[in-house]
């Protein structure tokens, strides 16, 4: 749970005549992370790919190339078996599919052509001018285009090259028909405009009207269209009987490239091979079985090493496998190259094999209960295989602050609803693990709104439940908003620092335990400083030295007339001894915050500038106390504006949701007063309008509850908890091999 699935490394040495059918046995297995051979082995190279990988890659592009014009997914096919002459029916299809794309892409041109022509005739329909009459001439220059009027004809009008000019307008557009000069430049119009905001336009090569042009290009728009529809038809019917057939084509191809390409991860000699990776070290026996079953003695197969758990040894070796490191001939040293050239002939001969250098990758072993939280460990990092797995503290703690946060029930159904579709609708594995973290979150939710006695933001959970069944008078618990609860909105803040407190030692604790490794001095000086540290000074911030100048709120929280009355006041001082000079009591409590720095500045005295984080981290939790307040706040007000409400001669805040405000009056005579009258007792209008409002309200609250208590609860999991143990980087375990899902074997 905390570890990730134990691993071996393996090898397997044989000879190269059986290599096909070992790669195709350990491709069917799909247990062996392949380790990639670097070349340092002296008389091995990175084996090439086997016979027919080029043309196996080949009609794989085309396959993918195919499923791309037919939009094909991977869910519309059934299992099947590929004919024998299955490579005639593939290339049939990309004939067919071909042409009709190509066809397509020619008619997606001319239809482009068509539409632009459209548009730039559209500025000429406006004038009423046929097109004949704009071009042709010799002694008169036209331009037509989009400006100014005004600014248009006195540019014109001022020019010397233009000695006389007419225009014609229709809407926007504006024609201008000018006579030069004797001497004037080519195109004198545009150098008349050219102070102005004019767009010029192109006048079509044609001697229709206009109307008669467009309705001829709108009519080979049609044809265009419809031809593309007839296309679109065909491939759909390709696509539909083809379907089956090119997944399965697909899967096959994809297979045999996998199969033909592996040898570039193997060391190879002209008659051997070696073939090394990571496989769970529970598979091992699986493994030489199905070898065994295939190729009998042919060859070898080893368990390297089993990596061990070692924060910063990465792995070692169990004492029953046999070890083996690389290492290089030293041509000034012959005792070395013989030595080398031992442990490469044993290879050759099938023995032991000196190991390719890599890291085991990471088969997160989790619960099945907290496996979606694997998707938030992984979005920082996946775990390093030598390191401890957060998944299980993200589970216990993450929903803990998202429902404290929210605690509202009617908020944690709907969580749960969203929850539970997008794990069960989806077939993205992300997806589907977000879903049942959003299910785990809306859970907490519900429980905190049962403690606050609250459904979107109403009480009468409470009053129903905790005043009506139980008679309880300690419960529902007060989220601070009204004026005579205050109290609880500090205490919430103190709540939260306390949770700071003790999800930060867990994190301490766990460094301290990794470090173990190195031995109890490394981690007494290293981690348990910090936990000296962060316990030292805040039994101390709760104890009463000093009590006149701390926040009252402190001690009263949890005193027995405080909102969460279990009877604590504070720690006494447990005073030690006075120092001498400065009148100052040194205490138990300050005793051990000095003893932790002291601690940290011998192990690593740059980390002391950073001492001051047991205090600063501690109140960054405060910020779950001040997330229940705002959301509260919000649903607060969107269901005052509705309901409306009134406050009681104790401070106390009541929605109107039977009564209206003239009620109050009567109830109490002056002495409550009406906060708001809501919408519901204004009219049929207004009753409306709350309606919306009430709906929206509540669905903006419910969405920001997300991205405000959702992404705080996963900041202190990141930032403030996984920085005093966690760094990530692990790989991922991938095995050689696919699953079938289109194919049978």
């Known amino acids: 749970m905390l570890r990730p699935e134990r691993m071996s490394k393996v090898s397997v040495t044989g000879s190269r005549g059986v290599m096909p059918t070992v790669i195709e046995t350990v491709h069917e297995l799909s247990l ?7 070349g340092s082995w002296e008389g091995f190279d990175n084996g090439n790919p086997m016979a ?11 396959v993918r190339a195919l499923e791309s014009t037919l939009e094909l997914s991977a869910d519309e096919a059934e299992p099947g078996t590929l004919e024998d002459d299955w490579e005639d029916r593939l290339e049939e299809i990309r004939t067919r599919v071909n042409d009709l794309d190509d066809r397509r892409g020619e008619i997606n041109d001319e239809l482009r052509q068509v539409n632009e022509k459209i548009d730039r005739v559209a500025p000429f329909a406006e004038l009423g001018i046929d097109l004949d009459l704009l071009s042709g001439y010799e002694t008169v220059d036209v331009l037509v285009g989009e400006g100014p009027l005004d600014e248009v004809e006195a540019a014109v009008g001022a020019s010397d090259d233009i000695r006389a000019f007419e225009t014609f307008t229709g809407g926007d557009v504006v024609a201008v028909v000018a006579a030069p000069a004797e001497d004037a430049d080519e195109d004198p119009i545009d150098d008349a405009l050219v102070g102005v905001e004019f767009t010029r336009y192109e006048v079509p090569d044609t001697e229709q009207s206009p109307a008669a042009y467009v309705d001829e290009l709108e009519s080979r728009q049609q044809e265009l269209e419809s031809e593309i529809d007839e296309i679109d038809a065909e491939l759909a019917e390709i696509k539909r009987a083809e379907a089956s057939f090119l997944l399965r084509v697909e899967e096959e191809l994809t297979i045999d490239v996998q199969q033909a390409e592996a040898p570039l991860q193997f ?3 002209e008659h051997a091979f070696v073939a090394e990776g990571w496989i769970p070290t529970a598979e091992y026996d699986r493994l030489v079985a199905t070898l065994r079953d295939a ?42 190259a013989d030595a080398d050239e031992q442990k490469q002939k044993a290879v050759t001969d099938g023995g032991s094999t000196v190991t390719m250098d890599d890291e085991p990758p990471v088969i997160q072993d989790n619960p099945s209960i907290t496996k979606p939280f694997e998707l938030l460990v992984q979005a920082v990092n996946r775990p390093k295989y030598s390191e401890l797995d957060p998944t299980i503290f993200l589970f216990l703690t993450f929903p803990l602050f998202f429902g404290f946060m929210i605690g509202d029930a009617g908020y944690g159904l709907i969580y749960v609803a969203i929850g539970a579709y997008m794990a069960t609708q989806f077939d993205s594995e992300g997806v589907t693990s977000l879903g049942g973290v959003a299910i785990w979150a809306g859970l907490f939710t519900i429980l905190f709104g049962i403690i606050y006695g609250e459904i979107f933001g109403l009480h009468v959970l409470g009053e129903f439940l905790w005043h009506g069944v139980f008679d309880s008078s300690l419960l529902p618990l007060n989220k601070g908003l009204e004026p005579g609860a205050k109290a609880f909105a500090l205490g919430w803040m103190v709540i939260s620092v306390l949770a700071g407190i003790f999800h930060l030692n867990i994190g301490y604790i766990l460094d301290f335990y990794e470090n173990l490794s190195h031995g109890v001095k490394d981690a007494l000086f290293h981690s348990g400083s910090w936990i000296l540290m962060i316990n030292g000074i805040w039994v101390w911030i709760f104890s009463a030295q000093a009590e006149g100048s701390k ?17 604590f006041t504070g720690f006494p001082e447990w005073g030690l001894v006075t120092i001498p000079g400065i009148d100052f009591l040194l205490t138990a409590p300050l005793l051990v915050f000095l003893i932790g720095f002291v601690m940290l500045g011998i192990s690593d005295p740059v980390e002391l500038v950073e001492s001051l984080d047991v205090v600063v981290n501690v109140f960054s939790y405060t910020r779950m106390g001040a997330v229940l307040l705002a959301k509260a706040g919000m649903a607060f007000v969107v269901n005052l504006l509705f309901f409306g409400a009134y406050q009681d001669p104790d401070g106390a805040f009541h929605f109107l949701r039977s009564h209206d405000s003239s009620w109050v009056a009567t109830e109490y005579g002056g002495e409550a007063e009406v906060i708001f009258g809501g919408l519901m007792h204004s009219g049929t209008a207004a009753l409306l309008g709350g309606l919306v409002i009430l709906v929206v ?15 705080q609860a996963v900041r202190l999991e990141y930032v403030e908890f996984f920085n005093k143990f966690y760094e990530g980087g692990g790989e991922n375990y991938e095995p050689f091999g696919t699953d079938r899902n289109h194919t049978e074997d």
């Open 295 to 336: 190729v009998g003695d042919s060859v070898e197969v080893e368990e390297l090493e089993r990596a061990d758990y070692d924060r910063h040894g990465a792995h070692s070796h169990t004492e029953d496998v046999q070890e083996g490191a690389p290492a290089a001939a030293d041509e000034d040293d012959e005792a070395a």
């Open 267 to 269: 060391a190879t000699t």
């Open 32 to 38: 062996v992370h392949l380790s990639d051979y670097d």
């Open 551 to 567: 926040p009252d709120f402190l001690f009263t929280t949890f005193a027995s007339d405080g909102p969460f009355p279990i009877g």
């Open 52 to 62: 027919g990988a080029d043309r196996a890659s080949e009609k794989l592009v085309t």
């Open 697 to 711: 309200g509540h669905i903006v609250v419910l969405v920001l509850g997300v991205t405000s208590a959702g992404l």
